[in-house]
């Protein structure tokens, strides 16, 4: 079968629906969301609680099963993988940067950077050595043998971008990445978080509330009641502002 | 990822110490329980394994341990001699005796009478003295944790400090003079009297006269002949029943395990020190899986396969329970190397470290297996969700 993607072409999401099924009530979290992510472009997924954008990026990642739709993700569905060749295809294709970091305190920094390689089969060392490369580009440089307690809430969020990225995964899914930090270190997080979304070849999905962010991203994806209500720019955002 | 999984574990030092200390406690209390359970029952036949010369040991059908005499007539020993295929049968008297001391003390004893001729079952090690010492007029033998202890002579008759009985001293048996000869080292008995070794002749004029005194025969078997056959020619020629030592034994123990409630205090012990290890040990890991489960949920999501993060689970568990068992089976071998045998008796056979392993595999597995459920039920999508 040939992709409906071309290499231009990150994500294509066509009608994706999710429905919840608890006991006899049924949730519809999506209801035909569709979404178009180019490589090189970061997009915010944003939309008040329960629009569907945790739903959305699930699906997306390969970690949730849509119930109706069609979804591409660099040129493969995830969902018509087998269990393991999905956990394969998230591990190398799909970064991960979490709302909570969820970085492992009994480990050091380097270390819980390397996990995607050592779950790819690195030896230790090689991956903590690729890690501290990361490290050294996200501003840590020097602290790779700290724990993640004793760094801040910006720092613990660089540690979870370089994670991230030390296995050069083509999506980068955010979740909320600045709602645990202040708005300073917010920006600079999402400045990096941008300039490695920019990087040929990778795209990046932001969930985020925060709209001192949005300027950063290339396009604003709001979600409304399971579906895409609108798409802006921050251009258009500026001028509806001004 | 099983460096990671280690360090996950022993990062976490206060649960990592907290499950350590809940398994070696278990262990302790389970094996040092069934130990002493061990070493108690242990006594209650040390007399037949202290004693290996006979291959038979012929008593009364009534007798219902080793220690419940049943006298039998003198002459059970020739009717014995008479059947085929015994190659010889002697006369044992064994009966509890008050012992006066010198300086006026009265002790009952156990008093144990070998044959004259062949001194067959006499004391295992002897420490002074020779076993053929018994020949000579009024000779006893007495074991060594008595001389230093219920017999210790408090006022020696040469006068000075008190001192242990020792060879040459001379104690009274139902008013007739008995000369030690020699101090020997038996098993002590289940009711830690002393125990006194003599000759069965002089130990039948210690014991009050009655018409029976043979408490039970020795008998050897003739080489290559069927024991059971003989046993059971024993059963029709005699009516007296025969057992080989381990039969002995077992037939002892067997009542003291059903007769007695020493069983269910020792078993109780040993399932609180199980329920110890549940509540504190298993309740613990199983609640450093649950802390660990929004890890193992990143991870998930990140592409970590099943079978990685049920290897870590379960290198984690495998490593507290073997470090847990190790540190608690050190502590129980540590106390029965501490604690005198004779205050307190202690038998580790190689049993116990295999149930104790047991009891901690299953809190361990029990544990991790729950712990390994949650983690193969995580949603890799909750991760999202906060």
Request: hydrophobic share 45%; net charge neutral.
């Amino acid at each position: 079968m040939t992709p409906i993607t071309t290499p231009e072409i990150a994500v294509r999401a066509s009608g994706v629906e999710k429905v919840y099924v608890s006991g006899d009530t049924n949730v519809v979290a999506l209801r035909g969301a569709d979404l178009e992510v180019h490589c090189g472009e970061v997009v915010i997924l944003a939309g008040p609680s329960g629009c569907g954008k945790t739903s959305f990026i699930s699906i997306i990642a390969g970690l949730l099963a849509r119930d109706g739709g069609k979804l591409e993700v660099m040129g493969e569905d995830p969902q018509a993988l087998s269990t393991e060749a999905r956990t394969a295809w998230r591990l190398r294709t799909v970064g991960f940067v979490f709302q909570q970091f969820n970085l492992i305190p009994t480990l050091s920094i380097a270390e819980n950077a390397a996990i995607p390689l050592i779950l790819q089969g690195m030896d230790r060392r090689s991956a903590c050595v690729k890690a501290r490369e990361l490290l050294n580009q996200v501003g840590l440089g020097g602290r790779e043998q700290s724990s993640p307690v004793r760094l801040s809430g910006g720092q613990q969020q660089r540690v979870a971008i370089a994670r991230a990225l030390v296995n050069s995964p083509k999506i980068l899914v955010c979740d909320e990445p600045t709602s645990a930090l202040d708005g300073a270190t917010g920006l600079r997080v999402m400045e990096l978080v941008a300039q490695v979304g920019r990087m040929p070849g990778r795209a990046v999905i932001v969930v985020s509330h925060d709209d001192r962010i949005y300027h950063l991203a290339d396009r604003i994806i709001h979600m409304d009641d399971g579906r895409i209500d609108r798409i802006e720019t921050p251009a258009s955002l500026r001028n509806v502002h001004a | 990822m099983p460096i990671f999984a280690l360090k996950m574990l022993f990062g976490d030092s206060a649960r990592f110490y907290g499950m350590l200390l809940g398994l070696a406690f278990s262990t302790l209390l389970i094996s040092q329980q069934a130990s002493i359970f061990v070493g108690l029952m242990s006594r209650t036949f040390g007399f037949v394994t202290d004693t290996p010369q006979p291959d038979l040991w012929i008593v009364d059908p009534a007798q219902r341990f080793l220690d419940d005499n049943k006298p039998l007539r003198s002459t059970a020993v020739q009717r014995v001699r008479s059947i085929e295929g015994i190659e010889w049968a002697v006369p044992l008297f064994k009966g509890l005796l008050v012992v006066n001391l010198p300086d006026g003390k009265r002790q009952m004893s156990q008093v144990i009478g070998i044959d004259d001729a062949s001194l067959i079952a006499g004391p295992p090690f002897m420490l002074e003295g020779a076993l053929t010492d018994l020949r000579k007029p009024d000779a006893i033998i007495v074991d060594e944790r008595a001389s230093r202890r219920e017999f210790k002579m408090n006022t020696p008759p040469e006068g000075g400090e008190p001192r242990p009985l020792r060879v040459g001293d001379t104690l009274e048996l139902n008013d007739r003079r008995a000369e030690v000869v020699g101090i020997c080292k038996a098993t002590q008995t289940f009711q830690s009297q002393p125990v006194i070794y003599t000759t069965y002749s002089r130990a039948t004029q210690y014991a009050p006269m009655e018409r029976r005194m043979v408490t039970m025969v020795l008998a050897g078997l003739a080489p290559g002949v069927d024991e059971a056959q003989i046993i059971k020619s024993i059963a029709d020629r005699t009516g007296l029943s025969a057992f080989n030592g381990e039969e002995f034994a077992d037939k002892t123990v067997g009542y003291w395990m059903r007769e007695t409630g020493i069983p269910i205090n020792f078993g109780t012990a040993i399932v609180l020190g199980f329920f110890v290890g549940v509540a504190v040990a298993g309740q613990m890991f199983y609640n450093f899986v649950l802390d660990n489960l929004k890890y193992f949920g990143a991870m998930k999501a990140m592409g970590a396969s099943r079978k990685t993060l049920l290897g870590m689970v379960f290198l984690q568990a495998s490593t507290i329970a073997v470090l847990g068992f190790g540190l608690g089976i050190g502590m129980t071998s540590a106390f029965g190397l501490t604690v005198p045998g004779e205050r307190l008796a202690f038998r580790m056979t190689w049993h116990i470290p295999l149930i104790a392993a047991g009891a901690v595999i299953i809190i361990c597995t029990a544990s991790a297996a729950i712990g390994m459920w949650r983690v193969l039920r995580l949603d890799p999508a909750d991760v999202f969700k906060g």
